[in-house]
C-alpha cells in the first residue's frame, strides 16, 4: 500500500485499509456536516448555528451522535423487523465499498483495479436497495411513498451520471481512476502544460451533468423527493430513531463526500494540484510525499465540489417527481449521449 | 363535493374501467393517506382524508376541528371589553386586525365612532399585523416547497415588524390594544420613524423573496397551472382575499365598503390575478404585502393630531340590536354578527373566519393532483389553524 521502507504483513496492511476507509469516509462526512451544514447554512439564513459545544461550536456533531447513540432503537410494530433493521446498514456499507477505489494518491488508494470507474458506478447504486427497503419494511404510507420515489429517481439518475463518465473515459483511454489522474496530470493543452489537462475544460457538460446526477443520487434539494420532509414527513427515513437514524445520516453525507472524491478525480485532477506536478512522467516518478500531500489536495477539492453541492440544496426549492424524471430522462440522458458521440468523433479525429 | 367536481371523477373512473379491461388480474386496490392531524404541511392540526391510487389522489377531504376551542360561546359570558382578548387568538398571526372588526360592531350599536386619529392608528396596526401574517407566508411558502432559506429571512424582517407592534402596544403576538371607541393609547415617541425605516426593510424583503423564490424556474413549474380554481368556483365556495382575487374576483373590503377606518384617505391599488392557480396566490399576496408598506406609509404622512379615545361611559352596555362588521383581514374576510341584549357582555356572536370558507375548496381542488401538489395547493391557500376551528 504505502511505499515505507519497512514491511508490513498482509494483516497489518488489511488492518490499514480498514481503518483508513473509516478515516476516508467518516471524516469527510463530519467535516461537511460542521462546515456546511451547521455553519455555511446558518450564515446563509442570518443565524449563527451552533455555538456553545466547543469552540464556534466544533463539537457539536459529538454532541449530536452522542444523543442518537443514547437513543431506543425503535422498530415499529408492524414493520418487518430484521429487514428494517438491515436498510441503514446496506446504506452505509455502499459507502464504504465506494470509497475503496478512490486514489489518494501515487500509492496511497485501497485498491487499484483496472475497471475502477465501472465498479464505482455498479456499487454507487446498491444503496438503492437499502432505501427501497428501508421504505417498504417500515410499514408506515409515508415510507413507502419516499421509498418508491428513492427507487425511480436513483435509477433514473444511474444512467446520466455513467453516461457523464463516459466522455471522461474516452478521453483519458482507461477505466482505472489511477490512470485518468495521470492521463490528467500529464496532459498539455495546446502544448502548455503548465496546468495539467483536467478533463473539467473538455468535459464542461459531463461535469454539469455528473453534477446534478450526483445531487439527486444523494437525494439532496432540489432532487430530495424521496426525503421530502414537509410532505412525505422524511419519506423513507420517517420511522428510524437513533443510532439506525444516525447512520442514515451518516450515509448521506459521507456519501456527498466520497462521490465529490470521485468527481474531483474524473474531472478535477485528482490528487494532483495544478501548477505542481513538477513534470513527472508517470506514476513511478512521483516522489513519496505525494503519498502524504494527495490526500489534502483530494479533501480541499472535495469541499470545493460538496460546497457547490450544499449550495445549492440551501438555495432551491424541490421538484415534483414527474418533473423530476421528466428532466432526467428528456434533458439530461440526450445531452449526455450528444456529450459522448462529441468526445468520440474528436478523440477519433484529433 | 359539487357537480362541478363530477366531470373529472368520471374521467378518472372511465380510465380505470379501461385499464381494467386490459389486465383484470393486475386490477389495484386504493389507499387512504391521512395527511394530519400531525403533519408539518398543515401547520397545526388540520387533517386531510386522501384517497390514493399511486400518487394520484382520487379523492380528498379535510377533517377540521381539532382544535375547536369554542370562541363562539365563550364570548357569550364575557362583557364587550374582555372578548378581544379571546378573539385576538383566532388568527394568531395577524391578532390585531381579529380586534377590529368587533370592535367596530360594538361601536356600531352604541353609535359612536373612534376619533380621527385612534381611526389612523387602526388602520396602521392593522395594515402592520397584515404583513406580519403575510411575510411569515412567503417564508413558510419556501418551507413547503422544500427550500429552508426563506423562511429564516422572514422571520428576520417579520421580528422588526413584531417589535413595532409590541412597541405601540405592549403585546408582541396578542395585543389587546383595541378599545370601544378608541386605543388604549397613543403612539409612543420615536415609533412613526422607526416605523418608516421598517416599511424601507419590508419592501427590501419583498424583493429578496421575488428573487429567491418566485423568479426560480422550479418554485414556477411546481406552481403554474397547478390548483386552478376559477372565478365560478371561487364564488360558489366563499373564497375571499387573497385566494379570490387570484381568481380574478375584483373584491376587496378595505375599498369596497364605508367604514369608519382609514382605508378610503390613502390610495392603493388592488391585486387581481387571471390565472387562479398556486402561482397566482402565492403573487397576490406578495404584491399585497408591499401594498401595505405602501399604505401604512401615507398614514404616517397625514397622522391627524387628537385625542384616541372617544368619550364611552365607564361601564361599557351596549343597547339591543344585531351588527354585523366585516374587514379584510390579512386571510380574506372576517366578520362578526354581535347581538346584544342590552347587557354587559354581547348575547350572541357568529364569526366568519376567512380560512374556515378557503379550505372548504380543498376537495374540489385536490381531486386528481398529485401528493407533491396537495401540499403545493394547501400552502398557497394559505389558513391557520386558529382562523379554521376556532
Not at chain 1, 467518516?26 to 466547543?54: C, D, H, N, W
Not at chain 1, 475503496?100 to 496511497?108: E, H, T
Not at chain 1, 427501497?132 to 417500515?138: D, E, F, V, Y
Request: charged share 15%; proline share 5%.
Amino acid at each position: 500500500m504505502l511505499g515505507l521502507a519497512i514491511e508490513i504483513p498482509y494483516w497489518g496492511q488489511s488492518l490499514l485499509r480498514v481503518l483508513g476507509g473509516i478515516v476516508a469516509v467518516l471524516l469527510p462526512a463530519g467535516t461537511i456536516v460542521y462546515l456546511f451544514l451547521f455553519k455555511m447554512m446558518s450564515f446563509m439564513q442570518s443565524r449563527l448555528g451552533p455555538m456553545e459545544a466547543g469552540p464556534y461550536g466544533s463539537m457539536q456533531l459529538f454532541a449530536e451522535v452522542g444523543k442518537w447513540l443514547q437513543k431506543e432503537d425503535i422498530a415499529p410494530e408492524a414493520a418487518d423487523v430484521r429487514i428494517f433493521k438491515m436498510a441503514p446498514i446496506i446504506v452505509l456499507v455502499s459507502t464504504f465499498l465506494l470509497v475503496a477505489v478512490v486514489p489518494f494518491g501515487p500509492d496511497a488508494y485501497f485498491t487499484n483495479f483496472e475497471v475502477g470507474v465501472f465498479y464505482a458506478l455498479a456499487v454507487g447504486s446498491v444503496s438503492v436497495i437499502g432505501i427501497l427497503i428501508a421504505g417498504w419494511a417500515s410499514a408506515n404510507k409515508y415510507s413507502l411513498l419516499g421509498g418508491l420515489r428513492a427507487a425511480g429517481q436513483l435509477i433514473a439518475y444511474e444512467l446520466p451520471m455513467v453516461l457523464a463518465v463516459v466522455g471522461v473515459v474516452i478521453q483519458a483511454g482507461t477505466m482505472n481512476l489511477q490512470g485518468i489522474v495521470v492521463a490528467q496530470n500529464t496532459g498539455e493543452i495546446f502544448g502548455f502544460a503548465g496546468i495539467g489537462f483536467p478533463f473539467v475544460i473538455t468535459q464542461f457538460v459531463g461535469f454539469i451533468i455528473f453534477m446534478i446526477a450526483v445531487q439527486a443520487e444523494l437525494t439532496q434539494a432540489p432532487f430530495d423527493m424521496p426525503i421530502a420532509e414537509s410532505e412525505l414527513v422524511s419519506g423513507y427515513m420517517t420511522e428510524y430513531s437513533g443510532f439506525r437514524f444516525l447512520m442514515f445520516f451518516i450515509g448521506e453525507f459521507a456519501t456527498a463526500g466520497v462521490f465529490a472524491f470521485i468527481a474531483s478525480v474524473l474531472f478535477l485532477g485528482g490528487w494532483g494540484i495544478p501548477f505542481a506536478w513538477f513534470g513527472w512522467e508517470g506514476l513511478a516518478d512521483v516522489p513519496n510525499w505525494m503519498n502524504v500531500a494527495g490526500p489534502l489536495i483530494m479533501f480541499a477539492k472535495m469541499l470545493l465540489l460538496t460546497f457547490i453541492i450544499m449550495w445549492v440544496r440551501f438555495s432551491y426549492p424541490r421538484f415534483r417527481e414527474d418533473q423530476l424524471q421528466t428532466f432526467a430522462w428528456k434533458i439530461l440522458i440526450p445531452v449526455s449521449l450528444l456529450n459522448i458521440a462529441v468526445t468520440a468523433i474528436i478523440k477519433v479525429a484529433v | 363535493m359539487t357537480v362541478l367536481s363530477d366531470r373529472q371523477q368520471l374521467s378518472y373512473i372511465a380510465a380505470q374501467a379501461a385499464d381494467a379491461r386490459l389486465n383484470v388480474e393486475l386490477e389495484t386496490e386504493g389507499m387512504t393517506l391521512n395527511i394530519g392531524p400531525q403533519h408539518p404541511a398543515t401547520h397545526g392540526t388540520l387533517r386531510i382524508i386522501a384517497h390514493l391510487d399511486g400518487e394520484q389522489v382520487v379523492w380528498a377531504e379535510p377533517s377540521c376541528g381539532y382544535m375547536h376551542r369554542g370562541y363562539e360561546k365563550l364570548t357569550e359570558v364575557r362583557t364587550f371589553p374582555q372578548v378581544t382578548t379571546l378573539i385576538n387568538r383566532i388568527d394568531w398571526l395577524g391578532s390585531f386586525a381579529n380586534e377590529v372588526p368587533f370592535i367596530l360592531a360594538a361601536e356600531k350599536l352604541m353609535e359612536i365612532e373612534a376619533p380621527p386619529r385612534a381611526q389612523y392608528i387602526r388602520t396602521i396596526l392593522f395594515e402592520l399585523s397584515r404583513i406580519a401574517n403575510v411575510s411569515l407566508f412567503l417564508g413558510d411558502l419556501g418551507v413547503q416547497m422544500g427550500a429552508i432559506t426563506p423562511v429564516f429571512l422572514a422571520f428576520r424582517d417579520r421580528e422588526y415588524v413584531l417589535n413595532l407592534i409590541e412597541g405601540a402596544t405592549g403585546g408582541r403576538f396578542h395585543p389587546n390594544f383595541d378599545r370601544i371607541g378608541g386605543l388604549k393609547d397613543d403612539l409612543p415617541k420615536g415609533w412613526i420613524d422607526e416605523t418608516r425605516q421598517v416599511m424601507r426593510k419590508l419592501r427590501g424583503f419583498c424583493d429578496e423573496i421575488e428573487d429567491l423564490l418566485f423568479g426560480n424556474e422550479i418554485f414556477q413549474s411546481r406552481m403554474r397551472g397547478i390548483g386552478v380554481i376559477p372565478a365560478d368556483v371561487a364564488k360558489s365556495f366563499g373564497l375571499s382575499g387573497a385566494n379570490a382575487r387570484a381568481s380574478g374576483i375584483d373584491w376587496d373590503l378595505r375599498r369596497d365598503q364605508v367604514l369608519p377606518m382609514a382605508w378610503d384617505k390613502v390610495d392603493f391599488k388592488v391585486w387581481t390575478h387571471p390565472d387562479g392557480d398556486c402561482f397566482a396566490r402565492c403573487w397576490i399576496r406578495l404584491q399585497e404585502t408591499r401594498e401595505a408598506t405602501k399604505i401604512v406609509d401615507q398614514l404616517l404622512d397625514d397622522l391627524p393630531p387628537g385625542p384616541v379615545m372617544a368619550k364611552v361611559p365607564r361601564i361599557i352596555k351596549v343597547p339591543a340590536g344585531e351588527a354585523w362588521v366585516a374587514t379584510e383581514n390579512p386571510l380574506g374576510e372576517m366578520g362578526y354578527y354581535v347581538v346584544s341584549k342590552g347587557d354587559l357582555g354581547p348575547f350572541r356572536v357568529k364569526i366568519r373566519s376567512a380560512s374556515f370558507n378557503n379550505i372548504s375548496v380543498v376537495p374540489w381542488v385536490l381531486k386528481g393532483v398529485y401528493v407533491p401538489d396537495i401540499i403545493t395547493i394547501l400552502a398557497s391557500l394559505y389558513f391557520i389553524l386558529g382562523d379554521i376551528d376556532r
